[in-house]
């Protein structure tokens, strides 16, 4: 069991531990930051057209608070703004799907996700693991389908680097780019994926608006908004371990969501 956890998240402790050792370089940009923070405006959710039902797709339990934190806290406070999110394994690499299950629930519900609109899916063809790429047609199968049912108009996923590097995360951009390429969801219906960073940016959130932004849209959530993204972390008991509260500590992912339109060009 414990080989298992370690080998799932070495890459994931690697890289926090070499961000810890760049994190003395970044306080010399301290007194810059201070000066900016109080001049610095928040930036808040802004779409080419207006989202009015938004599917966010995940891997895993916990991925929509360690990632998407903040475009949930935005889009969840929006009015005429329903948001669905399809997590597409219950994460039962350690043999704990039922557990993370109810955790995901818990996290939902703190962030502000309707019960009724999670989609969780428990397909053994989709395995909660990080050496497995998932079928690119099967993915695609599903998610179309869900995006015509529920009538989306923007779908927010990972992009090429899934963040982490995690194969399950790349799979699933791969599966909606194929459906981009192809021409197989509506016409109306926007795709956006969540910008990987570098280590340094992605560990050192105070850091992170001196970077010039060329995203599409960026959502900024406050100090209380990171708490509550914290909260719902806490919620994930089984996953909350050493180095994950390192990293909702310092992640800006915690902080800021920047997207980038999936388009087949």
């Known amino acids: 069991m414990l080989y298992k956890i370690f080998h799932q998240n070495i890459f994931e402790v690697i890289d926090l531990s070499s961000a810890m050792l760049m994190t003395a370089s970044a306080l010399v940009v301290g007194y810059v930051w201070t000066c ?64 993370r299950k109810a955790e995901l629930y818990d996290s939902c519900k703190i962030l502000g996700i309707e019960e009724g609109n999670i989609l969780l899916c428990k397909n053994t063809l989709l395995p909660d693991n ?5 079928d690119t047609i099967l993915l695609s199968d599903k998610i179309a389908e869900h995006v015509e049912q529920l009538e989306i108009d923007t779908v927010l996923t990972f992009d090429s680097y899934g963040v982490s590097g995690h194969r399950n995360h790349i799979s699933i951009y791969l599966a909606l780019f194929h459906l981009v390429y192809n021409k197989l969801l509506p016409g109306y219906c926007r795709l956006y994926s969540l910008d990987s960073v570098n280590t340094l940016r992605k560990y050192v959130k105070c850091i992170d608006g001196l970077f010039n932004n060329t995203s599409d ?8 908004e990171q708490n ?10 089984s996953q909350y371990i050493w180095f994950r509260k390192l990293y909702m500590k310092f992640s800006r992912y915690t902080r800021v969501n920047t997207f980038t339109t999936i388009s087949a060009e």
């Open 217 to 224: 849209f960026k959502c900024t959530i406050s100090t209380t």
């Open 228 to 237: 509550c993204v914290t909260k719902a972390m806490q919620a994930h008991d």
């Open 36 to 99: 900016l923070r109080a001049s610095r405006r928040q930036k808040m959710l802004e779409l080419e057209n207006t989202p009015h039902r938004v599917l966010l797709i995940t891997a895993h339990p916990d991925d929509e608070c360690m990632f998407f934190g903040p475009v949930i806290q935005k889009l969840s406070k929006m009015k005429d703004v329903h948001l669905f999110l399809m997590c597409l394994s219950v994460g039962d690499f350690e043999g704990k799907g039922s557990l």
């Open 130 to 134: 990080p050496r497995v790429d998932w």
